[in-house]
């Protein structure tokens, strides 16, 4: 089992900025890819962007150049910088882990609420 804990979210006007944590826990293994999704009010969950343990980064078209992921693999923590938001930007922001074990190893977290005003 993976345990993910999520902090940073808030409220915020738009053009501003939000750092988001992610702090895995639990049967982590080293080979592993840890990302962020979003879910906003009637809209299915997309994702925004991810990491792996190797530091190879990925994001979704909206949020290249404004959005940066970081992890600190000591601290088994992924991190995501969102920078000049905008109300669009406005979801549930929700971390994923998953590992090169199996399939199985797939958790998320609980979510975290973004809300970025106009």
């Known amino acids: 089992q993976v345990q993910l804990v999520e902090s940073g979210g808030g409220l915020v006007q738009a053009g501003g900025s939000l750092r988001l944590s992610c702090a895995a826990s639990?049967?982590?293994?080293?080979?592993?890819?840890m990302g962020w999704y979003r879910q906003a009010p009637g809209k299915q969950r997309e994702f925004v962007a991810l990491i792996t343990s190797g530091g190879s980064t990925n994001y979704a078209d909206s949020v290249k150049g404004r959005f940066t992921i970081s992890r600190d693999n000591a601290k088994n923590t992924v991190y995501l910088q969102m920078n000049s938001l905008k109300p669009e930007d406005t979801a549930v922001y929700y971390c994923n882990y998953n590992d090169a074990r199996s399939a199985v190893y797939d958790y998320w977290g609980q979510g975290t609420q973004v809300t970025v005003s106009s």
């Open positions: 639990g049967s982590i293994f080293s080979i592993n890819a």
